[in-house]
Structure formats: C-alpha cells, structure tokens
Nanobody
Framework: VQLQASGGGLVQAGGSLRLSCAASGRTFSMSIMGWFRQAPGKEREFVAA????????KYADSVKGHFTISRDFAGNTVYLQMNSLKPEDTAVYYCSGRNGRRVAVESNEYDYWGQGTLVTVSS
C-alpha cells in the first residue's frame, strides 16, 4: 500500500486547509485510514481516523468541532478538512492506514504511512 498526502501549506490563524491522502496498491488490506501529526520537538499524535466504509470515525479531543475527516465514494482517498486553524495546529501531518475493525488512536497500530505534509499556521 502506498499513501500520498497533499494539501499542506501556510495559512493564517482562523483559516482553513484541506488535506488529501490517496491510497494505491493493495488497498484491500487496509480498512482504516487516518491522520496523525507531529509538531517540532513533540511526539506524533493522533488527529482523526475513519473506517474506509465510512461506518465509524474518531477524533482527538483537541480537534473535535473544527476538523472533519471524510472519504471519497470508493474509500481510496481520505480528506481532512481543517477549519478555524490555530498556531498550535502547526505540524507535519501524516496519513496512515491499518487493517482491523477498530479505529485505533495509537501510531504503533498503523502499518502504512504517507510522507507527511507540512501545515503552518501563523498568528
């Protein structure tokens, strides 16, 4: 499985960005897709994830209400709509995938990773 993330950039506080993650290859082996982020000097943290069927989603408390994860009809592309961005949302955002029934929040439970896309929110 290959994951290709895109959509990062520089935005002012209060602005919006939409990240995309396109999956290719043996995607049948990947039932859950999600996003993690890593700010400078910090650990990688969970942001949001969903089942590729769309049956379930999960969000980190810090992004609930202003980030939304969604997918395309085929479930091969996952999006992260980020609204009301804050400087503390600045990080490299990584797309991830795993095979399983549970929408996991621990990074070590994910098998597939994209290359990361940088989001910078200026104050």
């Amino acid at each position: 499985v290959q994951l290709q993330a895109s959509g990062g950039g520089l935005v002012q506080a209060g602005g919006s960005l939409r990240l995309s993650c396109a999956a290719s290859g043996r995607t049948f082996s990947m039932s859950i897709m999600g996003w993690f982020r890593q700010a400078p000097g910090k650990e990688r943290e969970f942001v949001a994830a969903m089942a590729r069927t769309g049956a379930s989603t999960k969000y980190a408390d810090s992004v609930k209400g202003h980030f939304t994860i969604s997918r395309d009809f085929a479930g091969n592309t996952v999006y992260l709509q980020m609204n009301s961005l804050k400087p503390e949302d600045t990080a490299v955002y990584y797309c991830s995938g795993r095979n399983g029934r549970r929408v996991a929040v621990e990074s070590n439970e994910y098998d597939y990773w994209g290359q990361g896309t940088l989001v910078t929110v200026s104050s």
